[in-house]
């Protein structure tokens, strides 16, 4: 009992730290400040340190027995100090982050009652710089559609700021439900929209601590997400919508750990709802019976009844369908691959797309085949799913390896701990943008935040065949 007590003590210093940082360099980053003036260097050195410092905290916790101590009090403990910080990081200013402005104005158009998807942000709003890019992207400006004219007018500060206006909203229905949430409860102005982000961790770490229980394992473990500095970076500061992904996600895992499969098939298709490609690794927690097919073929259903209203706004402009085709940030794999393809492929990007689609379906299909009994070996299937999704996508951004944060907290592998320690990477690729020569610095941040977990993927593989 000494020492998970001294186990626990230590750890909850890190995102104490860690909201105290944020706290104080947030002020650096509002949106008048120029990227240049801004201590972008000290952003990444701050949080590299601290996502470092927690992970080797986190191995070690996840290597010690948990001993006797009382179940309620160590989770009393993880919740109090999880708390703590969240309230220190939640009134920040979003650090080198601008998509919550695009949430706004999505929200306030749900809200209203009317379509997110059908106009771009762009048609709203008038102003040099958004006249230039419909120009460049041959979106003609147009007076706000009859049932707009007051949110255009009452948002014009909002449409001044979201990025890539002239691209209709990539977000499913249930994630513009939860924008028109956050719109409710204070109109455009970030503090509903965070209290809602705030309740979905709430309900992440309930989840979460759900799932422990199911499975029997130690419930100090659910402070790998709740305590996690990325986490107060990217949910509470940031404000990003990927946490409306997690409670299905940690649902999906409390059910596999729960051998509960209607559960599995009803939490991933709502987690597809959020973010579509939940849907994809449903065989590899699900078992391999006739059954099972009937769950997965009614969670299909179920999305895309779900997302109807997005795919019948589908065309060459829609967010989805730009997302899927030309979106490329911080990816270590992805344009190397398309390197490798450019001497034989008129377009080798969407061929390389195809190939990391190939690759993920082709090692949820193997997992399936094996029909694995045991929950954790359906959980670390699907984990390394993710995890090779992460990997190999052309879009490489921090708040995307949260998604592993609830198998990192029922199952802490090493690839997973590493690559949500070496995320912060992402944040050195600002300052390459503002050197002399950005391009002879843009391979820093990919190599930063994603080849770490390669080696740790490497290693983990290695040490499996040696068994």
């Known amino acids: 009992m000494p020492r998970l007590n001294g186990l626990l003590v230590a750890g909850a210093a890190i995102p104490l730290a860690t909201a ?12 008048d400040i120029k990227l240049g003036d801004r201590p972008i260097l000290m952003l990444w050195a701050g949080m590299a340190v601290a996502t470092v410092t927690f992970t080797l905290w986190a191995w070690r916790v996840a290597r010690k027995p948990s001993g006797s101590q009382p179940t309620r009090w160590v989770v009393a403990i993880i919740l109090g100090v999880g708390l ?15 998509d ?16 997110p998807y059908r106009y ?11 006249e230039g890019l419909l120009a460049a992207t ?44 956050g719109h409710t409860l204070t109109p455009w102005r970030l503090t509903g929209w965070k209290l809602v982000v705030l309740a979905a961790e709430m309900l992440t770490f309930t989840l979460l601590i759900g799932a422990l229980r199911a499975g029997a394992l130690p419930v100090i473990w659910s402070a790998f997400y709740w305590w996690h500095p990325l986490a107060l970076k990217e949910l509470t500061n940031s404000a990003h919508m990927d946490a409306l992904l997690l409670p299905f996600l940690a649902g999906a895992l409390w059910a596999v750990l729960a051998q509960r499969a209607r559960l599995i098939a009803l939490t991933v298709a709502g987690a597809a709802a959020v973010k579509l490609w939940p849907l994809v690794i449903l065989p590899a927690l699900l078992r391999r019976t006739r059954g099972a097919v009937v769950l997965g073929i009614a969670a299909a259903v179920v999305t895309l009844v779900l997302i109807a209203p997005q795919l019948a706004a589908l065309s060459a402009d829609a967010g989805l369908n730009r997302y899927a085709t030309d979106w490329q940030r911080n990816a270590l794999a992805f344009p190397a691959l398309v390197a490798v393809f450019s001497p034989f492929a008129h377009d080798p990007a969407a061929i390389v797309r195809l190939v990391v689609a190939a690759i993920i379906i082709g090692w949820v299909v193997q997992c399936w085949r094996r029909d694995a009994a045991a929950p954790a070996d359906r959980i670390r299937a699907a984990a390394t799913a993710v995890l090779l999704l992460i990997l190999l996508s052309p879009t490489g951004y921090p708040w995307y390896v949260l998604w592993l944060a609830p198998f990192a907290a029922v199952q802490p592998r090493l690839p997973v701990l590493v690559i949500m320690a070496a995320a912060p990477g ?10 002399d020569e950005p391009d002879r610095w843009r391979w820093i941040a990919p190599l930063l935040s994603a080849g770490p977990a390669w080696l740790a993927l490497a290693v983990e593989r290695y040490r499996g065949a040696q068994r």
């Not at 910080?85 to 200013?93: F, I, M, S, W």
């Not at 992402?426 to 050197?435: L, R």
């Open 100 to 115: 919550f402005y695009r949430y706004q104005w999505d929200g306030a158009v749900t809200a209203a009652g009317q379509n």
């Open 84 to 98: 703590i910080a969240r309230a220190l990081v939640l009134p920040t200013t979003p650090i080198l982050e601008d």
């Open 426 to 435: 992402y944040y050195f690729d600002f300052w390459a943008q503002i050197q």
């Open 120 to 130: 771009p942000p762009a048609r709203f709003v008038t102003a040099p710089a958004i």
């Open 20 to 31: 105290a940082f944020l706290a104080l360099i947030a002020p650096h980053f509002v949106w």
């Open 138 to 181: 041959g979106v003609k400006p147009t007076p706000p559609p009859p049932g707009y004219e007051p949110l255009a007018k009452a948002g014009r500060d909002t449409l001044l700021r979201v990025n890539n206006p002239h691209v209709a909203t990539i977000y499913p229905p249930l994630a513009q439900l939860g924008f028109a949430a």
